[in-house]
């Protein structure tokens, strides 16, 4: 092993603590571009019964209408909405990162601090509508 080699591996940290690493504003909008695709994985399924049990039979449609009126039930709708909305508009962000914009470290900070806004804005109109 030569000796640049070595002091390569003398200066790589043994235990790197994950919970004092500063995650840039870019990243963060990565890692819940994600977990918001996972949440819509799940979402589907909640969906898809819900819209057959809309078309099944207008008795079931009633029963699905009262059941919207527990106050669980909105808030998994509220984050079922949120997941997506965010996920479309993180998504749109990425796109465009894909063209060759916004690549730059400036640029994509302030895409994603835009993204950011637009849905937290996005959320709160939803959560407004949902309740």
């Not at 790589?12 to 990565?30: G, N, W």
């Not at 977990?35 to 449609?61: D, H, K």
Request: proline share 2%.
């Amino acid at each position: 092993m030569e000796l640049s080699e070595q002091n390569v591996k003398k200066q790589r940290p043994v235990h790197i603590d994950l919970q004092t690493i500063r995650f840039p504003a870019t990243a963060i909008a990565s890692i819940l571009h994600r977990i918001s695709g996972v949440i819509m994985l799940f979402a589907v399924g909640i969906l898809i019964w819900v819209l057959n049990e809309s078309l099944a039979s207008p008795e079931s449609f009633a029963g699905l209408q009262s059941l919207f009126d527990n106050l669980l039930v909105k808030f998994v709708i509220w984050g079922i909405l949120t997941a997506l909305g965010y996920h479309l508009i993180v998504g749109l962000r990425h796109l465009i990162m894909d063209t060759g914009r916004w690549e730059e470290l400036a640029s994509g900070l302030a895409s994603a601090k835009i993204a950011f806004v637009l849905s937290a804005a996005f959320s709160i109109i939803v959560g407004i509508w949902v309740w």
